[in-house]
């Protein structure tokens, strides 16, 4: 896994910056009633969008969360006051005290079963009843947009992805949480090239094929080999999925 302290200061940059924010924005928000209110996002990152959320949502306080210090130190500067330290799977807030709880790109990280349970329980324990949950699933899915990059890594080992939509759904259920719409963005800017695909892979940003590893030169040498090294290829779609808390939670 990356480490994200050190991927602060560069992350928003090396994924679509500010028009991947903005799309990012519209579709939580197309998901969210808007009405005055509370709302939290967790592992919010560099702030990018959580600042998006309060500033074209003025009925709503927004509050972020990460654990990352590098992470939390960008938020802050973002949203002065807003942003606090803490662990997504251990939330330092009462029960019932947001209307709306966001995680975008969290829960494909969690490649712990308990993890992963931990922070969807947490998310609609600190939801008021008919609070919604807003987040980010199948996002390893969101790149296979059927690119000659894509055919290359077709046959790469994968992991089970932890924020497949039924495992996050099932999860959500198992909590009070009832599906409650979806919705789908680009992600602006972030369309791969054969030679950014390199690069990537080299990085380790590929699940199961470490930086060295013979199966990794593999595939570069396969990239590398493709026409138009630079020309990027269409942009990922990122699906959203929404859940609503029983008003009997």
């Known amino acids: 896994m990356l480490d994200y302290d050190k991927e602060a200061d560069a992350y928003d940059a090396s994924r679509g910056g500010e028009a991947r924010a903005a799309a990012a924005t519209r579709a939580v928000l197309d998901l969210i009633p808007d009405t005055p209110g509370r709302l939290l996002d967790i592992a919010c990152g560099t702030g990018i969008v959580t600042r998006r959320l309060a500033a074209d949502r003025p009925g709503l306080r927004v509050t972020g969360t990460d654990l990352t210090p590098g992470m939390v130190r960008m938020a802050g500067a973002r949203l002065p006051g807003a942003v606090v330290r803490a662990d997504s799977r251990r939330l330092p807030f009462p029960a019932g005290t947001f209307d709306a709880v966001t995680s975008i790109w969290l829960l494909h990280l969690l490649y712990d079963p308990g993890d992963l349970r931990a922070v969807v329980a947490e998310c609609a324990r600190v939801l008021r009843p008919g609070g919604v949950y807003v987040t980010t699933v199948d996002k390893a899915d969101a790149h296979d947009v059927g690119s000659d990059?894509?055919?290359?890594?077709?046959?790469?080992?994968?992991?089970?992805?932890?924020?497949?939509?039924?495992?996050?759904?099932?999860?959500?259920?198992?909590?009070?949480?009832?599906?409650?719409?979806?919705?789908?963005?680009?992600?602006?800017?972030q369309g791969r090239s054969p030679r950014s695909t390199i690069a990537d892979l080299r990085r380790g940003w590929f699940t199961m094929l470490p930086p060295g590893d013979p199966r990794t030169e593999e595939f570069a040498v396969r990239l590398a080999h493709l026409p138009d090294q630079d020309r990027r290829r269409p942009d990922p779609v990122f699906r959203v999925r929404a859940f609503t808390k029983h008003t009997d939670g």
């Open 149 to 189: 990059i894509d055919a290359v890594l077709a046959s790469r080992p994968r992991r089970a992805a932890p924020d497949a939509a039924g495992t996050v759904t099932a999860h959500a259920v198992r909590h009070g949480l009832e599906p409650a719409g979806h919705t789908t963005f680009p992600g602006v800017g």
